[in-house]
């Protein structure tokens, strides 16, 4: 591990991706964070590349390896994107190793986040769906008109759309939006919400969470959060141009966890929201 005061080393996972590239990239241009390690699968054509060179960014000296326990021993924090079982595997590393981890996956069963907070009895863990500054003000800004605009009187719509490559639907961040609203109603997001309409469906139910998801193009992100009212609409929208902010948002995090005991934080402690 790196020294107190000294530059934190942090793991990038994932590291062929596109977010992983831009982690790369967001590590390398971020004060008091270097890289440490680069992990892609086995059998990657990409093993023993650097990682700089992948991202282009140019020649930092790090391979791209495929074991991440050595370089996790090596490290402050890791940083990852990548899938939900792989995530599962990383955080129980990380609570072996005793570093931060930064989780931005997505699609994660009530298992897998049990398994994660399990391993955060040890391991620093920031957890969120989605990583950017202006998302986790807008579900501040969700739960709040929720709270304030009643279920008699507006209904609650979440709208998001994605590229074409996104695999889970509703995306992490629509359901980050679910659950802030559903905060500020006071109920469980579970079972009050609506994932899929499709035929005659009657009449729309008061106080349910409707999702409406898109999905096509280069589209980084876009989520909206509408309350219906009668005679009157509130939007309240993000747009995300450039997944670079996800990336420093991710790299924040880790500085933020480095001198922070075992637990489970999400965007919102990072940001002095919660």
């Known amino acids: 591990m790196s020294e107190a005061g000294s530059e934190m080393g942090l793991v990038v996972v994932g590291v062929a991706g596109r977010m992983g590239q831009a982690l790369i990239r967001a590590v390398a241009a971020m004060p008091g964070a270097r890289v440490a390690g680069a992990i892609e699968r086995a059998g990657s054509a990409h093993i023993g590349k650097d990682a700089g060179e992948l991202a282009g960014i140019g020649h930092i000296g790090v391979a791209i390896g495929d ?7 090596k490290a402050d924090g890791v940083l990852d994107f990548t899938t939900p079982a792989a995530s599962v595997e990383f955080a129980g590393y990380a609570a072996q190793a005793r570093i931060v981890h930064v989780v931005g996956t997505t699609g994660c069963t009530a298992g897998d986040d049990a398994r994660i907070a399990a391993a955060a ?6 957890k969120s769906g989605n990583m950017s500054l202006g998302v986790n003000l807008l579900a501040v800004l969700a ?4 709270r304030a605009l009643g279920p008699d009187d507006f209904d609650i719509e979440i709208l998001e759309m994605h590229h074409r490559h996104k695999v889970d639907a509703p995306s992490g961040t629509a359901l980050l939006l679910g659950e802030a609203a559903a905060v500020g109603r006071g109920i469980a997001l579970s079972g009050n919400d609506v994932r899929v309409r499709d035929g005659h469906t009657g009449v729309r139910r008061a106080g349910s969470i409707g999702f409406a998801t898109l999905r096509g193009g280069s589209v980084v992100g876009e989520h909206s959060v509408m309350l219906a009212g009668t005679g009157e609409r509130i939007t309240l929208t993000h747009q ?3 997944r670079a902010i996800f ?25 002095g929201l919660a």
């Open 67 to 73: 074991d991440p326990l050595p370089a996790f021993a």
């Open 143 to 146: 739960e709040q008109a929720a």
């Open 247 to 271: 990336a420093r948002g991710a790299v924040k995090a880790a500085l933020w966890a480095r001198d922070r005991k075992p637990g489970l934080y999400s965007m919102r402690d990072v940001l």
């Open 240 to 242: 995300a141009e450039d």
């Open 121 to 126: 009895r040890h391991a620093t863990i920031v």
